[in-house]
């Protein structure tokens, strides 16, 4: 048995919230996106700097997010967002 002196961590995974479903989510489970200039770029390695989302790798968050503009306020840009990127990305399902 693992008492609280037990050196090994047992951290509690970083949550994030899914801009699509609104559901919140363990960050490794969901898809960094950022905004570049008025793109969206996926970023799965998490690397890119600027403000990030966090969405489900599956097409209907995608579109959820799309349909209640959810990634123009998340990333507070004015225009419309061009997502052609991640349309063709691999990572969706
Ligand atoms: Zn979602």
């Known amino acids: 048995m693992a008492g609280p ?7 509690v995974p970083p949550v994030r919230t899914c801009v699509g479903c609104r ?4 960050k490794s489970s969901l ?6 200039g008025n793109v969206i770029v996926p970023d799965p ?7 990030g989302v966090y969405l489900h790798p ?3 968050c995608l579109e ?3 349909r209640r503009r959810a990634l123009v306020r ?13 349309e063709t990305a691999r990572d969706w399902a």
């Open 45 to 51: 390695a998490a690397r890119l700097p600027g403000r």
């Open 31 to 36: 898809l960094r996106l950022v905004v570049a």
């Open 58 to 60: 599956s097409r209907e």
């Open 23 to 26: 559901q919140r989510a363990a």
């Open 74 to 86: 998340a990333l507070r840009v004015s225009g419309p967002l061009d997502t052609t990127g991640l």
């Open 5 to 11: 002196s037990d050196r090994s961590p047992q951290r």
């Open 64 to 66: 959820l997010a799309q």
